[in-house]
Nanobody, 122 residues
Framework: QLQASGGGLEPAGGSLRLACAASGRTFSCAYVGWFRQAPGKEREFVATIRWGLGRSYYSDSAKGRFTISKDMAKNTVYLQMNSLKPEDTAVYYC?????????????????WGQGTLVTVSS
């Protein structure tokens, strides 16, 4: 399983950096993605990064505000979230995709951890 951390309570306009670690082992994923799930809503795609080549993809709501990055030496993927909005409030999960093409669908990801809660106050 992957372990997400770094969530917390921030005012609107604030920033948080989430981290996703592979429990002490090297990622064997083609892509590592971030998803989020707000109360009463379905899980939605936020961003994903190709573990080897580093190409990244974002949802429309994340573009321009969030940045996904990786540190291969630390086996960690980060999600830097700036200009936070109350609608960003959700549990954020990271997950691993073994498929070689980019996918924005949660069905193509596995190794879900317990997630980390992000709360943005207005």
């Amino acid at each position: 399983q992957l372990q997400a951390s770094g969530g917390g309570l921030e005012p609107a306009g604030g920033s948080l950096r989430l981290a996703c670690a592979a429990s002490g082992r090297t990622f064997s994923c083609a892509y590592v993605g971030w998803f989020r799930q707000a109360p009463g809503k379905e899980r939605e795609f936020v961003a994903t990064i190709r573990w080897g080549l580093g190409r990244s993809y974002y949802s429309d709501s994340a573009k321009g505000r969030f940045t996904i990055s990786k540190d291969m030496a630390k086996n960690t993927v980060y999600l830097q979230m700036n200009s936070l909005k109350p609608e960003d409030t959700a549990v954020y999960y990271c997950a691993c995709s073994l498929v070689s093409w980019v996918s924005l669908k949660s069905d193509n990801y596995g190794s879900w951890g317990q997630g980390t809660l992000v709360t943005v106050s207005s």
